[in-house]
């Protein structure tokens, strides 16, 4: 009899979780809520349904704690014919709880101050990885007979010359190396740590191994990214843009040393020299040197701030700071990469906004040093600093919005970084109506965007191009810089719609970082060598995001290794498959993931210090995430809600 009844109520519970799986789901924010930000689920159902209200219920004890109403439909999206917006930013009270609305629930999530400490830390687990010399996580070397040159003969370097640039980051799962997603993603941790000091901990040694070493771990990686850009910069006259190319995709690999380019185990190191370069049968759109040369004057100009009490190095990272402020000069335009066999680059089209933010983070810097030494006294640095804001405020003009900001479409790494830094770098520095100027940039691409985004129920209004998620995160810390700068919160659940997106409040019901939460649905089966040949995990690695349908049917070499546990969510709008055989949504990308710890060092310090505008200065207390990470399972065994 025990077992008949056990029986027939799994049976209940199987019937309903089908009911439910296949029509009706509550998407949320699975890493959770701060009790005082904005707290928005999505209802959504592929049946033409209605509903009126919805209920938060205590996990532990099943009691409601708070309900409200569902408000009007937003309609169709995607997969859906319906959904609709449950905002219960109103309760506040720490705890565990799940939402209900029209006969479904969503998966428990967390209300409480700590719910992302230590997730900034966690993803820096992702960038240790993506080590090129010595690997931390592998405990090896890899690519260290880096490389020899190509395009460097108007330089006066003979084709073919030998040079040492080992070091830095693989861009992705594959293992080219470029200088301006590692210019970029250094100057987002350097940020990181000069915004939110503590958020981060110091838990590993220089080489990324355990132990302390009485320096954030945050800043040994951005030194690490430093280091390897002052090899890509020997001299004045000498600067390279990436090494390797798209021979690398010859075969999915743990990282060694490669032979498939015709030099032992030298790689090509290419040369910024302002003109074309090959791109297989073709030639890539390059006219000049400011994008990439304008990118390392800027990480070696926060550097010299950052590293300031380490005289010599600081003292370094001025003098290429300067020079390469001088190269990006030499010829006025972008360099984009060069590759031989597939049609696919990094098709960068921008380069003022790299000028003006190379020219804000100069006077940023002298600014700074010039105010403290007038509180000594004695202004031993010499006001420079108004003409370097200066400069950068015509660069501003030159492109006020972000191209891709309120569009459909754009072509891979087209706009980069995806936003202006130099906004907000020079915005701080200016008091007069130049400021007002410059938010009111910011303020017209958060408005384009936010004319897409009210129209659905999930605020999306960034394009679901190639690397979206890359786009999603860089959005919400505009979103974030714009109200730190105003005062302005009319955006406030735009920002967190984006920053719950990437977490599990999207069609898919999936967080896009590899193992946070560890409790959560997150990838685990993304297009990596390590997960896919070794099993091993690649913590906090954001992987590229979902991208259009039309999109998807057109990339060449992608075919499923598995079932779609995705199927039901696919839409001709959006596909994203948690599958090895998906490079186009499912690969983690270097620069991706530190633009994502900024933005959640900013969620940890606003968590913190709420009252601060999220700067924290100190934190006693601070301890290693607590999380976990998954390792890669049957991703046709996944549980998702």
């Known amino acids: 009899m025990y077992k008949f009844l056990l029986a027939i109520f799994l049976l209940s519970l199987t019937g309903s979780a089908k009911k439910e799986t296949n029509n009706t789901w509550i998407r949320i924010n699975r890493l ?34 708070a309900s409200g109403k569902a408000g009007n439909s937003f309609g169709a999206y995607g997969p859906f014919k319906q ?43 992702y960038m240790r990885q993506q080590r090129t010399a010595f690997n931390p996580f592998l405990k090896d070397s890899c690519h260290t007979h880096d490389g020899y040159v190509l395009y460097g003969e108007k330089a006066g370097i003979k084709d073919s010359t030998r040079i040492d640039v080992v070091g830095g980051w693989h861009d992705a799962s594959d293992y080219l190396q470029y200088s301006t997603t590692s210019a970029n993603a250094t100057y987002h941790l350097l940020m990181a740590y000069r915004d939110f000091p503590g958020v981060f901990g110091d838990e590993k040694l220089a080489n990324g191994l355990e132990g302390k070493n009485g320096m954030a771990d945050v800043l040994d990686e951005a030194k690490w990214g430093l280091d390897w850009l002052l090899k890509m910069h020997p001299r004045e006259d000498w600067m390279f843009n990436q090494i390797a190319d798209d021979r690398d995709h010859m075969g999915m690999r743990i990282p060694g040393q490669d032979t498939f380019y015709g030099r032992g185990y ?25 994008s990439t040369a304008g990118k390392f004057a800027s990480a070696f100009a926060l550097g010299n701030m950052i590293f300031k009490n380490e005289n010599s190095y600081s003292d370094l990272l001025w003098e290429k700071a300067s020079s390469s402020l001088k190269y990006a000069l030499r010829k006025s335009g ?119 985004a009210k129209q659905n129920a999930f ?50 019901g999936t967080s896009m970082v590899y193992g946070l939460p560890a409790w959560g649905d997150t990838p685990v089966d993304p297009h990596s060598a390590f997960t896919h040949l070794k099993n091993y995990p690649i913590d906090g690695g954001l992987v590229d995001g979902p991208v259009y349908g039309s999109i998807y049917k057109g990339l060449i070499g992608i075919h499923l290794k598995d079932a779609d546990e995705y199927e039901t969510f696919q839409s001709n709008l959006a596909v994203y498959h948690d599958d090895y055989g998906d490079y186009s949504t499912n690969e983690p990308t270097m620069d991706g993931t530190a633009s994502l710890i900024y933005l959640l060092a900013a969620k940890e310090a606003a968590s913190l210090n709420p009252s601060a505008g999220g700067t924290v200065k100190t934190s006693k207390d601070k301890k290693s995430y607590s999380h976990g990470a998954i390792i890669r399972g049957d991703s046709l065994k996944k549980k998702f809600h």
């Open 32 to 65: 959770g809520y701060t009790p005082n930000s904005v707290k928005v689920a999505v209802w959504c159902s592929k049946e033409e349904r209605k509903i009126s209200n919805w209920e938060l219920v205590n996990a532990g004890t099943g009691n409601i704690v």
């Open 83 to 125: 959904t609709y917006r449950l905002n219960f930013s109103s309760f506040t009270k720490p705890g565990h709880y799940y939402l209900q609305a029209g006969g479904v629930k969503s998966p428990e999530f967390e209300i409480g101050e700590q719910v992302y400490k230590g997730a900034a830390d966690f993803c820096l687990r």
């Open 266 to 290: 030298e790689r090509p190191v290419y040369f910024v020299s302002g003109e074309p370069q090959q791109r297989g049968k073709f030639m890539n759109a390059t006219t000049g040197t400011s």
């Open 334 to 452: 972008v360099t984009q990469t060069a590759s031989v066999k597939s049609p696919y680059i990094y098709a960068e089209a921008n380069w003022t906004d790299d000028m003006e933010l190379a020219y804000a983070s100069f006077g940023n810097n002298l600014k700074n040093k010039f105010e403290k030494s007038e509180k000594k006294n004695f202004p031993i640095v010499t006001p420079a600093w108004p003409s370097y804001s200066h400069l950068a405020y015509r660069f501003a003009t030159k492109e006020p919005v972000t191209p891709w900001l309120g569009s459909d479409t754009a072509n891979h790494y087209q706009w980069y970084p995806f936003i202006n830094l130099g906004h907000y770098e020079l915005a701080k520095q200016l008091t007069d109506k130049r400021r007002d100027t410059i938010t009111g940039y910011y303020k017209e691409g958060i408005n384009r965007v936010w004319n897409k």
């Open 459 to 508: 605020y999306r209004g960034v394009p679901f191009i190639w690397c979206s998620n890359n786009l999603t995160t860089s959005f919400a810390i505009q979103c974030y810089w714009y109200r730190e700068l105003t005062g302005d919160k009319q955006f406030s659940e735009l920002e967190q719609a984006n920053f719950d997106w990437l977490f599990g409040c999207n069609p898919w």
